[in-house]
């Protein structure tokens, strides 16, 4: 079950699992965020007490994994294929950042240099790509964000705080179209339900039906994007 605890600055999305065996509250911050295990008859408040409880060292947590660096991008190297829009790419180099049908070119004085170089030629083409699908959903859905912001994060694909600030991985231009479609669709459906409730995701499957397939997609290759 996954739910929202609402800070001042935005929100925490945490998942509630049950447990038979459990008699006390468990709490733990994995690959996929923060998790809360309550015995089986524990009430669903006793979720947001203990977050309260421990809320500085929750935020400690995150913001750790958050900063964590990342795996080592020993794959990127002159000729090797990375994904952009869900379509594979040979990295090559050139005195300027460019796409073609075959290969994605870099400026980068070295291999060793390959990350922050494309890590810079993502983040400025999702400018405007995300502007452009945030506009066309918020017209449909009738939802408007308030701002709209790239994303670092290595633990979530996108946010929306409280303020309506809507912040979108640029990694994510690595995925599939209808994939960011999907994420962009999931943060502008928070403008209207700040949880993951029953009518959240009846926003959700009105504007993108499909919705399923696309967050099983990023479950099974969104590891994948996040390498280096």
Not at 113 to 134: C, G, K, T
Not at 186 to 211: D, G, K, T, Y
Request: hydrophobic fraction near 50%.
């Amino acid at each position: 079950m996954q739910r929202m605890f609402e800070l001042a600055s935005g929100h925490i999305p945490y998942i509630i699992e049950r447990s038979a065996r459990r008699r006390s509250i468990g709490l733990k911050i994995d690959a996929t965020g923060l998790t809360i295990i309550l015995p089986q008859r524990a009430p669903l408040a006793e979720a947001e007490r203990v977050i309260r409880l421990k809320l500085n060292w929750i935020q400690a947590k995150l913001a750790e994994r958050e900063a964590r660096p990342p795996a080592p991008a020993a794959s990127l190297h002159w000729g090797a294929a990375v994904w952009w829009l869900g379509e594979q790419r040979a990295l090559q180099s050139a005195l300027r950042g460019k796409l073609t049908d075959e290969a994605l070119w870099l400026c980068a004085a070295s291999e060793a240099h390959i990350p922050e170089a494309l890590a810079r030629f993502y983040q400025r083409a999702a400018r405007p790509y995300f502007a452009e699908r945030v506009a066309i959903w918020s017209e449909r859905m009738n939802l408007h964000p308030a701002q709209l912001a790239l994303s670092s994060a290595r633990t979530r694909w996108g946010s929306c705080t409280s303020q309506g600030v809507v912040r979108l991985s640029w990694r994510l231009m690595q995925a599939p179209p209808n994939v960011i479609d999907y994420v962009v669709i999931h943060e502008l459906a928070h403008l209207a339900e700040m949880n993951h409730s029953a009518r959240f995701w009846a926003i959700v499957a009105a504007a993108c039906p499909q919705w399923k397939n696309e967050r099983a997609w990023l479950k099974q290759h969104g590891a994948a994007l996040l390498t280096w």
